[in-house]
């Protein structure tokens, strides 16, 4: 298993610093894990104001159904 890694260019000179693989996967997974929960947040943030709207939705139609009971109840005692 080969835990560190080397990069170097013998051509023209170039060393890159030494790392350790399992750091490098701790990072990326990190990185990934807090992109995941940044986009995550805000889908699920999409679903609840979704949710909000269709629930007031709702009881913008449940309203509307009891002031037209009401309505005809008025008219029925009037009439």
Avoid: H, W
């Avoid at 990185?31 to 929960?37: D, E, G, K, Q, Y």
């Avoid at 995550?40 to 269709?54: A, F, N």
């Avoid at 009971?69 to 008025?74: D, W």
């Amino acid at each position: 298993m080969v835990d560190f890694v080397s990069f170097r260019i013998p051509e023209i000179n170039y060393y890159f610093a030494i790392f350790n693989v399992a750091d490098a996967c701790i990072s990326v997974g990190v990185i990934l894990l807090f992109i995941m929960v940044l986009f995550g947040g805000l889908k699920q943030g999409k679903e609840e104001k979704d949710s909000q709207q269709t629930a007031v939705e709702q009881t913008a139609v449940e309203e509307n159904a009891a002031i037209k009971n009401t309505t005809a109840q008025t008219t029925e005692n009037d009439g």
